[in-house]
């Protein structure tokens, strides 16, 4: 005989239906009635499962609810399991103590129904908590630009923005502290310091992830010299022990939200943080840039050299120059560098003007591959007249090296004009990152076996390794002129460096050309050196193709 009778279960079904129907829903209802049922019904326990994905299902990786225990459970009575369209999983359990009570089918038919009921209920609450998360989260659980969008209308509605300040970041040299500590410590990484600023910020302000290791956000200005703190560099453990740690710093742009302020679209905060966090990415000093007008005029110039750089190609505006590179002792031109000016609009554009922003995409790869070619028309002309021509250095960016065929695009514009390989060198700048260092060493030892030689540019500028002399095949060692030491003590730590490293490159086969000469000075420095290639101002400037093969007639200097 059934423990409870139809009236009862009729009502309990009834009510059920009402209660998980009615919205909002009155979940101290919801509860009470789970409870009455449980009891009248005899059960020592019910729980309930929710699972996003089976997958998670399997990895035990959901939300686990108990409404009722009596601490007496002993048998598993009914166990229902379903999955919804949208692939979620809920299951609902009721447990027993047959020693008290014998469930009759009855009673099993009744707590069936209802267990659906309850299921339905969970799996309609659970998938509408799941939508939030997922419609503001990421796949990772970082709140992303939908929150964020949010948080500012919010604000902008209740007038609470002027006076916060927005910020862009990208995590500094994330890719390395990845290859160091693994991804997964990475991860954790990140989690933690992402976490670290959303606590300092608070709930005034929203940190979010646009996607990888680059986010975005609001913070009030009272917590700004403490989230600067953070942004300079911050230790992030990584161990359960919180021995093992990493220092993790960003690259920020920064725009301080006027008062008042009325947002009339995301794009006028996002355009400026993202200007000023792309110059912070740029300059290696400055880790947080604030945007201001003056990096206004510059965004419009950024797009005015970026929309004129096609036709500007297209039509040849780009103009070769040549800057001699001289031996010191006999005065004679040895070499060249090619180097690149912009006629337009009867003005010559410096390259400081225009490298920089095509570099910010692949634009200053086909300059690069146009200055090639330029040369070797000028070469072939050379030979053809009958000039003796000398060896010409073409800058390459940094950028062509994630080209796998950057060495056969380099040979096929060589061997179209039929310049013979070692009349050509290819300059190329050192690199941090560990991957590109890789891929640097492969195209110097590309280009190497094809006869092209190859030169490290600006050496001693930036954080030069010695590794990217030893475990490099270059041919050339270009030294800046910063480099070179001033007229000093002998037994200073410049000279002796400067001594040492002439000294390294030589005994190792290789060729030294100090840029930038315009002193005598820095001509006797390079004499007592041993370092016997100058190229720079002393010398000449860069000369256009006609002064230069003017240069070749004589090739000699007074």
Known sequence: ???????????????????????????????????????????????????????????????????????????????????????AVIIGTLYSDPDEYEHDDTDIQQLDSLLRVVIGYISRMRLIKKLEEFGFSDLDGYRNFRAFARFMDINNAENRLGG??????????????????????????????????????????????????????????????????????APIAYDVSGEQRVIVSVAAGVYALP???????????????????NVAKRHEGERIVVYGEKMKSQSDHVKRVQT??????????????????VDIETKQIVGAEALCRWQRDGKVIPPDEFIPILELNTFVSELDFYVLDHVCRDM???????????????????????????????????????????????????????????????????????????????????????????????????????????????????NVMFRHLISLAHDMGLECVVEGVETEEQLRVLRKNNCMIAQGFLFDHPLTVEEFEDRLINKQYK
């Open 1 to 87: 005989m059934s423990c409870v009778s139809n009236e009862k279960y009729y009502s309990y079904l009834e009510r059920l239906v009402s209660i998980t129907h009615n919205q909002p829903v009155d979940h101290d209802a919801y509860l009470d009635i789970i409870v009455a049922i449980c009891r009248d019904y005899k059960l020592t326990k019910g729980v309930s499962e929710f699972y996003v994905t089976p997958m998670k299902e399997q990895r035990g990786d959901g939300e686990i609810y108990c409404d009722f225990d009596t601490g007496k459970s002993k048998k598993v009575l009914i166990r229902i399991r379903i999955v919804s369209a949208s692939k």
């Open 380 to 494: 072939v002309r050379w030979l053809n007249e009958g000039r003796q021509p000398v060896r010409v250095s073409v800058n390459f960016s940094r950028k062509h090296l994630i080209d796998i065929d950057l060495t056969d695009h380099i040979i096929s514009i060589i061997d179209k004009y039929n310049v013979p390989h070692e009349l050509i060198e290819i300059e190329l700048t050192e690199t941090t990152s560990d991957v590109m260092f890789s891929d640097l060493r492969r195209i110097v030892s590309d280009l190497q076996k094809n006869g092209v030689k190859t030169a490290v540019d600006d050496f001693g500028v930036g954080y030069s390794s010695l590794n990217l002399i030893r475990e490099i095949p270059w041919d050339v060692l270009k030294i800046d002129k910063s480099f070179v030491p001033e007229a000093e003590d002998e037994n200073s730590v410049s």
């Open 164 to 233: 916060k300040v927005a910020f862009y970041i990208d995590l500094h040299n994330f890719t390395i502290i990845n290859q160091e500590i693994g991804r997964e410590n990475g991860d954790i990484v990140m989690r933690k310091y992402y976490e670290l600023l959303s606590d300092t910020i608070g709930d005034t302000g929203i940190i979010i992830r646009l996607g990888g290791d680059k986010f975005i956000g609001v913070f009030d200005k009272g917590v700004q010299e403490d989230v600067f703190r953070i942004f300079s560099g």
């Open 308 to 325: 004129a750089f096609p036709s500007a190609l297209k039509n040849e505006e780009f103009i070769i120059h040549y800057q001699p590179k």
């Open 259 to 277: 008062v008042p302020y009325m947002m009339k679209s995301y794009g006028d905060i996002m355009d400026k943080i993202m200007l000023a966090g």
